[in-house]
């Protein structure tokens, strides 16, 4: 019979190194996890702040450009025309006048409709005639206490 051989022990410089480099593996693996969740989010934050500065652009573009809208029907001479039919509607040739601007203002303009109210809140003139009133929701008092012309851009009736 042969003698027993006691089994052979793997070296310890061997478990050793393997450990070494399982542990530089998974450390490797980890920074890189990190790095590029890191980088990932930096990507996401830069492509938000560029579609919020995007946005902002537009918000203040779209409000320089009803303030100019404003200011025109301000200094417009039709304004006054339009009062005095407010107040005195009989003239049907001061009807037409003032529906004419309007037609043009919103042709000009390239605006959806254009409205004349009086100050109970009530459409007297739209162009187009019949066109769904943009400030439905809003209390005629409010539109009263409004400092200018309202321009909106925002239907807000059912979608």
């Not at 042969?2 to 490797?28: D, N, Q, S, W, Y």
């Not at 390239?110 to 019949?130: C, R």
Request: charged share 20%; glycine share 6%; net charge neutral.
């Amino acid at each position: 019979m042969a003698p027993k051989t006691e089994p052979r022990k793997p070296p310890l410089h061997f478990i050793v190194i393997f450990c070494a480099m399982a542990l530089g593996i998974a450390a490797v693996a980890y920074l890189h996890a990190v790095r590029q969740t890191r980088s990932s989010r930096e990507a996401k934050e830069q492509e938000l702040s560029a579609v919020v500065s995007l946005k902002v652009n537009d918000v203040v573009h779209w409000r320089s450009e009803h303030l100019e809208r404003a200011s025109f029907i301000l200094g417009s001479p039709f304004l006054v025309m339009a009062q005095h039919w407010l107040r005195h509607p009989g003239s049907e040739k001061e009807r037409a006048a003032v529906q004419s601007w309007t037609a043009s203002f919103k042709n000009d303009n390239e605006l959806s409709a254009a409205f004349l109210i009086d100050a109970d809140g009530n459409t007297k003139i739209s162009a187009p005639a019949g066109a769904p009133q943009p400030y439905a929701g809003i209390e005629p008092s409010r539109l009263i206490e409004l400092p200018g012309p309202l321009l909106t851009d925002i239907y807000a009736g059912s979608s």
